[in-house]
Structures are given as C-alpha cells and as structure tokens.
C-alpha cells in the first residue's frame, strides 16, 4: 500500500520561493498521475497541479500558472512542486496524493493516497 510524505514546507515572504517534495514508500507511484492540492483555513481543498505519470504533461490551477512548476523523478519514487513569487494568498497546507480516476484530474474525489500534508505560510 502506498504511502505519501510531504516535506518542504515553511514561512516565507512575499515573493520568496519554496520546493515542496511529496515521497512515496510501500509501492511505486511509476503508473499514477500525481496532483498537488491545497486547503487554507476556512475554504475547501483545491487543486494546484497535475503531473501524468511519465512526466510528460502538466496541468495547473490559474491562481499558479507561471509560477508553480510540477515534477517528478520516477526512479526515487518522488513528485516534487517548486513555488515561486509566492503570494500570501498561497497560504496553505498542500498535499499530495495519486490520481485513481483518470476522468478526474482536477477533483479531489478523483485522488487517493493522500499525503499528510506540508504547511506553507506567506507573510505580506
């Protein structure tokens, strides 16, 4: 059974950058689309990005585009989200997790292994 670790998270500033890791253990995540969402404090989880499982397509939110890229490196069975100009409106704990229903990309029903999540925090 897979298993998802966060890491990464932190404070930063306005503009700062962070790279959050999402490592997986018990199974290979190899064959899975991977997705990075995001909950703030009083709103629901949405989606940030989307990785397929070759790495060779990526999808991301509008609030992120540009400046969120999505990786991952199959051989260390790790998917990786560098955030840059980062705004405090990304103030957030993100989570990782596998895509299970390829009809649903972008919906958290469609995801599972969900990952503990990573707090990240960006002060004005």
């Known amino acids: 059974q897979v298993q998802l670790v966060e890491s990464g998270g932190g404070l930063v500033q306005t503009g700062g950058s962070l790279r959050l890791s999402c490592a997986a253990s018990g199974g290979s995540i190899r064959n899975y689309n991977m997705g990075w969402f995001r909950q703030a404090p009083g709103k629901e989880r949405d989606f940030v990005a989307r990785i397929t499982w070759s790495g060779s397509t990526t999808l991301y939110a509008d609030a992120v585009q540009g400046r969120f890229t999505i990786s991952r490196d199959n051989a260390k069975n790790t998917v990786y989200l560098q955030m840059n100009s980062l705004k405090p409106e990304d103030t957030a704990v993100y989570y990782c997790?596998?895509?299970?229903?390829?009809?649903?990309?972008?919906?958290?029903?469609?995801?599972?292994?969900w990952g503990q999540g990573t707090q990240v925090t960006v002060s004005s």
């Open positions: 997790a596998a895509n299970m229903i390829p009809t649903m990309i972008m919906s958290e029903p469609g995801y599972g292994y």
